[in-house]
Structures are given as C-alpha cells and as structure tokens.
C-alpha cells in the first residue's frame, strides 16, 4: 500500500501544474457552491424589446402576411390593474425611460 502512495507522489513532483489542479479545482467548486447557497433567490428583471414598426408586415414569398396584433393582445390577457410591477413596466416601456 506504501508504494501506491509512492507512486502517486513521484508523478505529482514530475507534473506540478496536475498537483495545482488537483488542490484547486476542489476550492474553486467549494466557493462557487458557497456562493450558490448563500445567496437567495430575487425576482428577476425581465425587460421587452419590441423592434418591429407597429403597422409592418411580414412578407414571405412575395406574400404579405397579416399583422398579428401582439401588443395589443398582450394588453387584453394584462388587465392594468393586475401587479404594480407590470404597470410601472409598461409606463417604463411606453415612455422613453429605459429600464436597466
């Protein structure tokens, strides 16, 4: 069994940068996992970008396709009055206040 550990010690003294990494991968994953479970869960910030001109068109083999009409369907399924968080979004995105 002594000369296992031998062996094992005679090729980490010839490979120096396969002894770094064997002490600190190990240290590296322990903070990264540290820093995972310390932290708690926040709300996330979500922000819309809607780059495409309101009245545009698709147009697909010389075809024009009909609008879809997202935005306002978005507005039908959000009643205002559902969360402050999307009213203050949607002043923020109808305005010219950048969110970030």
Do not use: F
């Amino acid at each position: 069994m002594r000369w296992l550990l031998l062996k094992d010690l005679q090729i980490l003294r010839r490979s120096p940068l396969q002894a770094a990494l064997l002490i600190v991968y190990p240290v590296l994953i322990a903070i990264l996992v540290g820093l995972a479970v310390s932290r708690g869960p926040s709300e996330p910030r979500v922000a819309l970008l809607n780059e495409v001109p309101q009245n545009a068109r698709v147009s697909l083999s010389g075809k024009k396709l009909p609008s879809a009409n997202v935005q306002r369907r978005i507005e039908r399924s959000q009643p205002e009055s559902s969360s402050p968080v999307i009213s203050a979004a949607m002043a923020k995105a109808n305005g010219t206040e950048k969110l970030m």
